[in-house]
């Protein structure tokens, strides 16, 4: 039996404003766990025929991190959205998008408050007057990162007991402030999944306390910008220029603090000819500004062999030719597989 409860709501607030509309019966199981894209080297140490390719809207343009702002707007009815954007799932996103690193990420919500709170303490005049907080210096957005939420909320039957679905759609856009263009927009859903027990009569004896369902929108609410967050580092990939190479080793000039997170795959490639060339897929280490990595396996390409080999035969052929290393996928926060787990 399913009960669609469908509405716009302030999730994460919330009190969400939902109505109850109809029942049907659903087999097999929910997904609640999102699907997020990544890549690792496994998947060329196992498969020798997958190819090596550049991953779509790579740009040395982009290769640093970018500033960006996030906005979310709650729905104020079927036709609008709120003015002002929800404070709370604004401040979520700006922690999830940031654990990335692809993104220096600009307070815009609950680190302004806590900004205005040490202003009122050093105002009192209790602190050294000489290191008093200045304003004037915070960083201007090259982005913003806006996007608008809806909630809805469904009943299936199972027999034994019923399950409570709650979903929250985000549709956002990733705009460029000085132009109005939009980069990226798209949609995420985030689910989650409570237990909730009736009698034949609908009278509910046992499992989940709607009372307290702000608990299971939030983590739906993670769950959806989990999901942005894995789309827009994918849409972006960072890189950077090689520096170095002994062997199968290699090193390039971008680090954590340009954008690259935990061990990343990367694709080397070169400009020959007019034509931008894989040349081999590699995994880097990021370090603070620069990155040392190893070659995973070099293209089987026809077309690039000879480049191969001059680069295998000559260890200076990087100072001769500008090599680059682009990030195949943005890999997965670990805090999201050890610390969300509903």
């Known amino acids: 039996m399913k009960s669609n409860i469908i509405g716009y709501a302030k999730p994460l607030c919330i009190a969400a404003a939902m109505a109850l509309t109809g029942c049907a019966t659903m087999e097999g199981q929910i997904q609640v766990k999102p699907d997020l894209y990544t ?22 343009r982009n290769y640093k991190r970018l500033v960006v702002a996030t906005s979310f707007f709650g729905n104020e009815d079927a036709g609008n959205y709120e003015d002002l954007p929800l404070e709370t799932v604004s401040t979520i996103m700006e922690t999830e998008i940031s654990k990335l690193k692809r993104f220096t990420i600009v307070s ?6 806590g900004k205005a709170a040490e ?9 050294e007057s000489r290191n008093k ?15 608008g939420i809806s909630a809805v909320k469904e009943e299936y039957d199972r027999v034994d007991h019923n399950e409570l679905l709650y979903v929250i759609r985000v549709d956002y856009q990733l705009i460029d402030f000085e132009t109005d263009e939009i980069i990226e927009s798209d ?7 409570r237990q909730i027990f009736r009698l034949p009569s609908g009278k509910i004896i046992g499992g989940f306390d709607q009372s307290q369902e702000n608990e299971a929108i939030n983590q739906a609410a993670i769950n959806a910008l989990k999901v942005v967050s894995n789309k827009i580092g994918n849409k972006l990939p960072v890189g950077g220029q090689v520096t170095g190479f002994r062997g199968n080793r290699f090193q390039i000039d971008r680090g954590y603090e340009n954008g690259f997170m935990g061990k990343q795959v990367v694709t080397l490639y070169m400009s020959d000819m007019g034509i931008d060339l894989p040349l081999a897929v590699g995994e880097v280490t990021p370090g603070a500004q620069q990155s040392p990595g190893k ?24 100072r001769k030719n500008d090599i680059f290393a682009v990030s195949n996928a943005m890999p997965l926060p670990p805090e999201w597989d050890n610390n969300y787990k509903d």
């Open 39 to 60: 890549e690792s080297k496994d998947a060329y140490l196992l498969d020798n025929s997958k190819p090596i390719e550049l991953p779509q809207n790579y740009s040395t």
């Open 108 to 113: 815009r919500n609950l680190g302004q408050k």
């Open 119 to 127: 202003k009122r303490f050093q105002d009192i005049g209790t602190t």
């Open 133 to 147: 907080m200045r304003f004037g210096k915070g960083l201007n957005a090259d982005y913003g990162l806006v996007a």
């Open 187 to 193: 949609s995420a859903e985030g689910r989650t999944v």
């Open 295 to 318: 070659i995973i396996r070099w293209s089987n390409d026809p077309d690039v062999q000879d480049l191969v080999a001059d680069i295998k035969a000559d260890p200076m052929f990087f």
